[in-house]
């Protein structure tokens, strides 16, 4: 028997809110969360602004002691998920082992602990090892941030992580898809986190000539998916957490459903490690896929939120690819960017996007796609431009495009009974 899965609890920390309804507050205003980085000395870096969240108590979530041995990720990934797993109504510190033992967590980041491991070099190269944590090597291990997130909760089921690059939440979210649909576990907690603002990490990507660097005046307009005087991506971070469930589950315990996890589709241009097919094939093919384990077709697709980074490539090219999915459909389903407003999280931002859809379903409000002032020719599609609008979404298409030619998508269903 294939359970279906449906998402039970949403969690946030968002450069552009701090909390589920504060995030989806900003969101649905089209509140930007990009600033100048405060995090470091950005005045000798072409690129100074970043979704870069402000006001966050990273020691509400993690002890004084032990925060110099873990990444920011870690406290990032901690309060999201807690606040995903209240909203689902459990309560871990009252359940017993074995049920413990039913619960997994499946997280999804591009980085993990880069920043982490940046810095302990950092120390290293200035002579003062001393202050390197003991901790350097497993605190640095990608694997290890699912371990974090268990072992505040208790959580005995599988611990993993998925690390795909943009994708990587998207397809955390899909592995716990499957793994319930198999009935392996019931109930998995499963969303993304990276919290890759640091020196180095902007350096490489500003060695790529993909981050922009046009608009450190004005932060809040720097990120301009599908625009056509965008000038490249804007780096951010944050965490975006869920509880999955088995319907049959979720049902008899009486939670409130927020959508069924339909489809997923997942595949490799095994084209480039950093660029785009210009053809779009393959991001067509990933919808396609997901679609038919939807059992959609286009008609059915009422929103979509884009991967839309804000790079003259990835724009162009995933108009392209929704095109090649929805054919004439294309032009009359709605979608938006979520990076207009928080920057790009990395392989987090599968999971952003999917938190931002779910409450797009729950209130019947589409996003708007900020900075969208003059549409790129060749980015012709209805991306909401501001102040976004009211729509009545079942299906929703939520798309990732990843570096290493992966993509990822995934059909979420509004459930009304």
């Known amino acids: 028997m294939k359970h279906r899965v449906v998402i039970t609890g949403i969690g946030a920390v968002s450069p552009n809110g701090i909390g589920r309804e504060v995030f989806w507050d900003a969101t649905r205003k089209g509140v930007s969360g990009v600033r100048r980085i405060e995090r470091f000395d950005p005045s000798g870096l072409a690129a100074q602004i970043a979704g870069e969240i402000r006001g966050f108590d990273e020691h509400a979530w993690i002890a004084y002691k032990d925060r110099p041995h873990v990444s920011r990720v870690v406290p990032l990934a901690i309060a999201a998920a807690s606040e995903a797993i209240a909203d689902a109504g459990l309560d871990p510190s009252a359940m017993t082992r074995e049920q ?74 899909a592995y716990a898809m499957r793994n319930i649909q198999a009935g392996v576990l019931d109930t998995i907690v499963a969303g993304g986190a990276d919290a890759p603002i640091a020196p180095l990490i902007v350096r490489g990507f500003l060695a790529m000539r993909i981050l922009s660097t046009r608009w450190n005046h004005e932060p809040e307009r720097a990120s301009r998916p599908f625009s056509r005087d965008r000038d490249g991506f804007v780096v951010g971070e944050g965490a975006w957490f869920f509880v999955l469930e088995s319907l049959e589950r979720a049902r008899a315990r009486g ?35 997901a679609m038919e384990e939807a059992g959609i077709s286009p008609a059915d697709v009422q929103y979509v939120n884009y991967h839309g980074t804000s790079t003259d490539l990835n724009d162009r090219i995933e108009t392209r690819a929704i095109k090649l999915a929805l054919g004439n459909r294309a032009y009359k389903v709605p979608g938006s960017s979520l990076k207009s407003l928080i920057g790009h999280p990395q392989g987090a931002c599968g999971a952003a996007g999917i938190a931002a859809t779910l409450l797009s379903m729950r209130d019947g409000v589409l996003p708007p796609t900020i900075n969208l002032d003059e549409p790129d020719p060749e980015c012709d599609l209805d991306y909401i431009p501001q ?31």
């Open 387 to 417: 102040p976004g609008r009211r729509a009545d979404v079942e299906h929703a298409v939520t798309n990732c495009i990843a570096f290493g030619s992966k993509n990822s998508a995934m059909v979420l269903r509004r459930l009304d009974y």
């Open 100 to 173: 413990l033992r039913g619960v997994g967590v499946m997280l999804g980041s591009g980085g993990g602990a880069l920043e982490f491991t940046e810095e302990q070099y950092r120390l290293w190269h200035a002579g003062d090892w001393r202050r390197c944590s003991v901790y350097v090597v497993p605190s640095s291990t990608i694997g290890t941030l699912a371990s974090e997130v268990s072992m505040r909760f208790g959580f005995r089921g599988l611990s993993h992580v998925v690390s795909t690059g943009c994708a990587s939440s998207t397809d955390a979210m």
């Open 255 to 289: 939670a409130r459903i927020y959508a069924e996890l339909a489809g997923y589709g997942s595949t490799c241009e095994a084209f480039h490690r950093v660029r785009l097919e210009e053809c779009g094939e393959e991001p067509a093919r990933a919808i396609t896929i």
